[in-house]
C-alpha cells in the first residue's frame, strides 16, 4: 500500500502561481511513475502532468505545456507540481497519483482560480 497526501491548493487571482506538493509513504519501492490529475465537475479525471523516475521523463497535458512544471524528489517521495500563468479553466480538484504495480491516488486538493 501507498498513502499519497497532497498540500498547496486554494484560491489564486488569474496570472497567478500556485505549488502543489505531495509526499508519499508505504511501499513506495512499487512506484514507477508520478504525477497529478484533475478532474472537473461531471467529467472524467484528466491528465495534467506525470513524471518518471529518470530525469527528464516527464508528460503534460497540451492545456499546460508551458505553464505547468513537474518535478520529483526521489528521496523524500515526493512530487511537486509549479503552477504559473493561471486560467481561471485551471479551476479543479487536483489529485496526486502513483503508479507501479498498482495505481494509487491522493485525496485531491482544490485549486481556485477567480478574481
Known amino acids: 500500500q501507498v498513502q499519497l497526501v497532497e498540500s498547496g491548493g486554494g484560491l489564486v487571482q488569474p496570472g497567478g502561481s500556485l505549488r502543489l506538493s505531495c509526499t508519499g509513504s508505504?511501499?513506495?519501492?512499487?512506484?514507477?511513475?508520478m504525477g497529478w490529475y484533475r478532474q472537473p465537475p461531471g467529467k472524467q479525471r484528466e491528465l495534467v502532468a506525470t513524471?518518471?523516475?529518470?530525469?527528464?521523463?516527464?508528460n503534460y497535458a497540451d492545456s499546460v505545456k508551458g505553464r505547468f512544471t513537474i518535478s520529483r524528489d526521489n528521496a523524500k517521495n515526493a512530487v511537486y507540481l509549479q503552477m504559473n500563468s493561471l486560467k481561471p479553466e485551471d479551476t479543479d480538484v487536483y489529485y496526486c497519483y502513483a503508479g507501479g504495480t498498482y495505481d494509487y491516488w491522493g485525496q485531491g486538493t482544490q485549486v481556485t482560480v477567480s478574481s
Open positions: 508505504g511501499n513506495i519501492r512499487s512506484i514507477s511513475v
Open positions: 513524471i518518471g523516475r529518470r530525469v527528464g521523463n516527464t
